[in-house]
């Protein structure tokens, strides 16, 4: 459960990188809007007025702050991949410690149960 999270917020932390990256490229939205009215019904549905807008956005302007969130963004994804590195190694660590006992039981049940056929055999 301990490495899932962690992978989850690894991989919450490379989308948010991913998207900080692309946030260096320019964009453009429009917008626009048409009205009409009438003291007729039969003619508001003309569409007299028309307006819009055009929204131009240049972050490569502020390059330098768009850089450092970049920056901040790659060094807290990789903090998260050590992070999840190091929980998947204990992960690994426990399962090969946990795996050497039970082969060590298993040895011991064996070697009891010869001991006890033996002892039955006298």
């Known amino acids: 459960a301990d490495v899932?999270?962690?992978?989850?917020?690894?991989?919450?932390?490379?989308?948010?990188?991913?998207?900080?990256?692309?946030?260096?490229?320019?964009?453009?939205?429009?917008?626009?809007?048409?009205?009409?009215?009438?003291?007729?019904?039969?003619?508001?549905?003309?569409f007299e007025i028309l307006s819009g807008n055009v929204k131009i956005s240049l972050p490569f302007l502020d390059y330098g702050r768009v850089k450092q969130n970049i920056k901040i963004s790659q060094f807290a994804y990789e903090q998260l991949l050590i992070s999840y590195e190091q929980a998947l190694q204990s992960a690994m660590n426990e399962f090969a410690l946990n795996y050497k006992d039970y082969?060590?039981?298993?040895?011991?049940?064996?070697n009891l149960q010869n001991i006890n056929i033996k002892q039955e055999l006298i």
Do not use: E, H, V
């Open 103 to 110: 082969q060590s039981d298993t040895l011991l049940l064996q």
């Open 4 to 46: 899932r999270s962690k992978l989850n917020s690894l991989k919450s932390a490379f989308k948010d990188y991913s998207s900080i990256q692309k946030s260096i490229l320019p964009s453009i939205s429009l917008g626009g809007a048409l009205s009409g009215s009438d003291k007729k019904i039969d003619d508001s549905f003309k």
